[in-house]
């Protein structure tokens, strides 16, 4: 069975940063294009970046550029989302998606399975 579980979230002030994590079980996330998405209460689900299954190309979404990266841990079958200065608009429910592509762009029907979010909240 395909399962991908995020964990990381919680509570962090403005200017703050957290590491989320996307490990996956049953399959191998290198062979996946991966996307990180997220949905502030009241909004539509967005998408924040994503990276290839090939060469490790990324693309972000101006509102996150400069202060979030996406990066793969092949050993631990698992992809990260370094978020730095984060902003009170930040806050939001962040899900990890695969699709086995080598490159998808951001948007959520593109992808096959997600998890089921981790809760990012930026307040002081």
């Known amino acids: 069975q395909l399962q991908l579980v995020e964990s990381g979230g919680g509570l962090v002030q403005p200017g703050g940063s957290l590491r989320l994590s996307c490990t996956a079980s049953?399959?191998?996330?290198?062979?996946?294009?991966i996307g990180w998405f997220r949905q502030a209460p009241g909004k539509e689900r967005e998408g924040v970046l994503c990276i290839s299954s090939s060469d490790g190309s990324t693309y972000y979404a101006d509102s996150v550029k400069g202060r979030f990266t996406i990066s793969r841990d092949s050993a631990k079958n698992t992809v990260y989302l370094q978020m730095n200065s984060l902003k009170p608009e930040d806050t939001a429910v962040y899900y990890c998606?695969?699709?086995?592509?080598?490159?998808?762009?951001?948007?959520?029907?593109?992808?096959?399975?997600w998890g089921q979010g981790t809760q990012v909240t930026v307040s002081s």
């Open positions: 049953g399959f191998t996330l290198d062979y996946y294009a």
């Open positions: 998606a695969a699709g086995r592509a080598t490159w998808l762009p951001l948007r959520e029907r593109e992808y096959d399975d």
